[in-house]
């Protein structure tokens, strides 16, 4: 009987455009496409959130970071949360995580504490590797980018290199049994270390700009012009996107990879993504943050599946990071579990023109709870539906864009009237796609927004339903509130004693109960 395999890979703050086979940009990554020669690549990928750790909880819970407590950096996932490991170690899977991680409510670098359901044998946070560094000079030496400028640094040296090593460590010692591999690479996010060739691959490269760094911010969001004053460019035309490190980086990490596909079994099935982009000047923005344009939310993302199609492009729907754990639980032919917020995606691998969710969200909170900067608290959330994309920016204004007339993003259609049905309509999906993934932030404040004149009218008890969770193999079903027996609907409207009807004795009360309102 054929093994069940599945490799994981990811890199981190690599754009779908750095990889060549989406967009020759004159960035060198021939092992991804490669690996897109032998299998699909998927034209929109979106991730769930802009920022390393809610992105990561997006891949591997299958709930919004809003859903599973991890919504900024530094974050936790909550104590009711699994993991696709934890899943797929309770049903017979072996499991092994590798590499950054980021969802424990540490500091960057991890508490070094393997989770449930990973194997500790090959748990290699960011927090192992610089405990396995000898002195603190040389700690501090890994995090400078400007080593670079003294001395060559030795492959070995890198986090990078060191997890690929465990990887194939791995896939080795495990060739003969099913098993679930994460391979995160925190490459080709800074500190940019990397050996000889790829350190000096790029002293003299220009990045290629694109019609989005002309973006004046007129009819924009306000944040976005505050974010702007940042580090303004005022002439454009003299503005170069140069940054040696970052993008040799980017050829190193995709080295990296290469060595991790070549030594996987010939039959198993491997996922490559990254977490997010990076803005590199669109829309006179830079880094990450509250903002869902391609620059920084669409990704490179790779299927290769045993008896998968193969060179092909799939082009049909735009995909995200939410369909991933579902996606895995399918292979594997696990049951997909009611909690998660995506669909499956497998047949999509198999056939180009198979249909995918036609809509998910993009959301951000803030950049990191320990942070003060960044902008702070900015509450978005972006239905990506076809190739439109609403945005509610809470604290600031809305946006709208039609992706296939204007893909650089630069027109805000908010205010347009040409499209006040199609964004009315994206508003009411969003609105009940927050409700349906019980948002903590959800409330009237999102449907009364400016531009929507039909806006019900603000309410304080809002929709007057209750949300909560599925229950599953994890947890005792939950009770109800208001009676004490057990939950037979997870949604449904709150009954309060102050909400019963009168009846004449008590036992027509306690039968309408149990006939209307915990139903």
């Given amino acids: 009987m054929m093994k069940k395999q599945f490799i994981f890979i990811m890199t981190d703050t690599q754009r779908w455009d750095m990889v060549n086979c989406y967009k020759n940009t004159g960035l060198s990554t021939p092992c991804l496409d490669a690996l897109a020669a032998s299998g699909v690549r998927y034209e929109r ?61 540490g500091d960057y670098f991890g508490n070094g504490r393997c989770p449930d359901g990973w194997d500790p044998e090959y748990w290699y946070d960011m927090r192992r590797y610089l405990e396995e560094l000898p002195d603190d000079r040389t700690r501090i030496k890994s995090r400078l980018p400007q080593s670079m400028d003294y001395e060559d640094i030795a492959p070995e040296f890198t986090y990078g290199w060191r997890v690929m090593k465990r990887a194939l460590d791995f896939i080795e010692k495990h060739k003969d049994e099913d098993y679930f591999l994460v391979v995160s690479f925190d490459e080709p996010h800074g500190p940019f270390l990397c050996p000889q060739p790829y350190a000096s691959m790029y002293k003299d490269y220009e990045f290629p700009k694109s019609p989005a760094v002309y973006d004046t911010l007129e009819g924009k969001p306000i944040h976005q012009k505050i974010w702007a004053a940042q580090k303004p460019h005022p002439d454009r035309e003299k503005f170069k996107i140069k940054n040696k490190y970052y993008f040799g980086c980017n050829s190193y990490a995709d080295s ?44 490179p993302f790779i299927v290769r599946m045993p008896g998968g199609l193969e060179g092909e492009v799939y082009d049909r729907a735009p995909v995200s990071h939410i369909n991933v754990c579902p996606t895995v639980m399918e292979y594997f032919d696990l049951p997909i579990p009611k909690q998660f917020e995506g669909g499956s995606i497998l047949r999509t691998a198999f056939d180009k023109n198979a249909p995918a969710d036609d809509s998910f969200l993009i959301e951000f909170g803030r950049f990191e709870v320990d942070h003060d900067n960044y902008g702070g608290l900015q509450l978005m959330r972006c239905l990506v539906k076809g190739k439109m994309k609403l945005v509610l ?25 040409e499209y006040a049905a199609v964004r009315d309509e994206m508003h009411d999906e969003l609105l009940e796609r927050m409700n349906r993934n019980r948002d903590p932030f959800r409330a009237y404040y999102w449907e009364t927004r400016p531009w929507r004149r039909d806006a019900r009218e603000a309410s304080w008890f809002y929709t007057g339903w209750t949300r909560q969770r599925e229950n599953e193999e994890y947890e005792p079903r939950q009770l109800d509130y208001a009676t004490g027996l057990v939950m037979t609907n997870a949604q449904r409207p709150k009954v309060s004693a102050a909400g019963f009807p009168k009846f004449s004795h008590l036992d027509e009360l306690l039968a309408w109960i149990e006939k209307d309102a915990v139903k």
């Fill in 393 to 417: 920016n809470l604290l600031s204004d809305d946006e709208l864009y039609d992706t296939e007339k204007d893909p650089y993003e630069c027109k805000n259609l908010i205010g347009d009237p």
């Fill in 256 to 299: 990296l990879i290469g060595k991790v596909v070549d030594a996987a079994p010939a039959d198993a099935a491997i996922m490559y993504t990254s977490d997010h982009g990076d803005l590199l000047g669109s829309h006179c923005l830079f880094a990450k943050g509250p903002a869902a344009y391609d620059d920084v939310a669409r990704i």
């Fill in 45 to 105: 990928a979106y991730t769930t959130q802009p920022v390393c750790g809610p992105a990561r909880a997006g891949l591997f819970t299958g709930l919004y970071p809003s859903s599973c407590g991890s919504w900024a950096n530094c974050m936790p996932l909550g104590d009711n949360v699994h993991t696709i490991g934890q899943r797929l170690h309770d049903n017979g899977i072996h499991t092994a995580y590798i590499g950054k991680w980021h969802l424990d409510g």
